[in-house]
């Protein structure tokens, strides 16, 4: 079972930005895509960003895009989120995921992620 483990959160003005990283465990990181979450309080947890195993291809809510960028470095066993343009909106935990599946990007949905991290606190203060 691989184990996912979030860095990088913190509390932040509007506007600022934050990086915010996950390591893998285990020696198949590169044959799969991974993905960022979100869960404000209150709230289900919504898709953030995905990457495909070889970094080639990647996808974003809505609500991000244009201000966050996934990347990842398949050498180290890490996936990254890049925030700008920080808004109040953007306050929740994020945790990255690992897909049940090998090798293919899958839709952004939770139900086809097994592998989460605990995740890491961002809060943006207006």
């Known amino acids: 079972q691989v184990q996912l483990v979030e860095s990088g959160g913190g509390l932040v003005q509007a506007g600022g930005s934050l990086r915010l990283s996950c390591a893998a465990s285990?020696?198949?990181?590169?044959?799969?895509?991974m993905a960022w979450f979100r869960q404000a309080r209150g709230k289900e947890r919504e898709f953030v960003a995905s990457?495909?195993?070889?970094?080639?291809?990647?996808e974003y809510a809505d609500s991000v895009k244009g201000r966050f960028t996934i990347s990842r470095d398949n050498a180290k066993d890490t996936v990254s989120l890049q925030m700008n343009s920080l808004k109040p909106a953007d306050t929740a935990n994020y945790c990255c995921?690992?897909?049940?599946?090998?090798?293919?990007?899958?839709?952004?949905?939770?139900?086809?992620?097994?592998?989460w991290g605990q995740g890491t606190q961002v809060t943006v203060s207006s």
């Open positions: 285990g020696r198949t990181f590169s044959r799969y895509a």
């Open positions: 990457i495909s195993w070889s970094g080639g291809s990647t």
């Open positions: 995921a690992r897909p049940r599946v090998q090798w293919r990007l899958p839709v952004p949905s939770t139900t086809e992620f097994d592998s």
